[in-house]
């Protein structure tokens, strides 16, 4: 699979604050935090790299981000319900408990990130790679799946419910005790010791 790379033809260090005051985040470096707390709403992110910057006092409100990297980023519990992310990569961040509901993400790297509790109902995947990632006890209710590659993620006790997993491989995933229902599962790729994970679904004793 060809994930696009994020388009950054150059970066200028900026200072976050000002950039969040002056609606204006475009080709950004941006290493620094602020102290105060921001409402980052109604705006574009486009070829922008956020290097240990912690999002803890800042509040996401519709936005889009395109063409950007996020670096040992805590990210962790923002809503990004519905909005749209493309062309970009999360490496080592923290977005415990970030909700992507009905969100449009395309073309995105997930490197060595904690997932956990992530959600990702109702969104749109297309072109995703999680690797190395915790997912646990994250969940996929009724989201679009295309081109989307899990490689040595912790996925277990996640929900997988109305999202076809046909083709997608978990066969180098931890699944253990993961809920899924059997429309769900068909076309599944795991290996042979991971089916006693599944077997419960099936609602039968083993002897």
Do not use: W
């Amino acid at each position: 699979m060809k994930i696009k790379k994020p388009i950054i033809k150059y970066l200028e260090s900026k200072d976050l604050l000002t950039s969040i005051h002056t609606n204006d985040l475009n080709n950004g470096l941006y290493e620094n935090t602020p102290d105060e707390n921001l409402i980052l709403k109604d705006i574009e992110i486009n070829s922008c790299h956020f290097k240990n910057i912690d999002f803890t006092n800042i509040k996401v409100e519709n936005i889009e981000i395109y063409d950007s990297i996020f670096e040992n980023c805590n990210l962790a519990n923002l809503n990004l319900d519905s909005n749209v992310i493309h062309r970009t990569n999360f490496i080592n961040c923290n977005l415990i408990g970030v909700t992507f509901i009905e969100a449009s993400l395309k073309d995105i790297t997930f490197n060595d990130c904690n997932l956990k509790y992530t959600n990702y109902s109702g969104s749109r995947l297309d072109n995703i790679e999680f690797n190395n990632s915790n997912l646990n006890e994250s969940a996929f209710i009724e989201t679009k799946l295309k081109n989307t590659e899990f490689f040595k993620c912790n996925l277990s006790k996640t929900e997988i419910f109305n999202t076809s997993l046909k083709d997608i491989d978990l066969s180098s995933c931890d699944i253990h005790a993961i809920s899924i229902d059997m429309e769900s599962v068909k076309g599944l790729i795991i290996d042979q010791s991971q089916c006693i994970d599944l077997i419960n679904m099936l609602e039968v004793k083993l002897k």
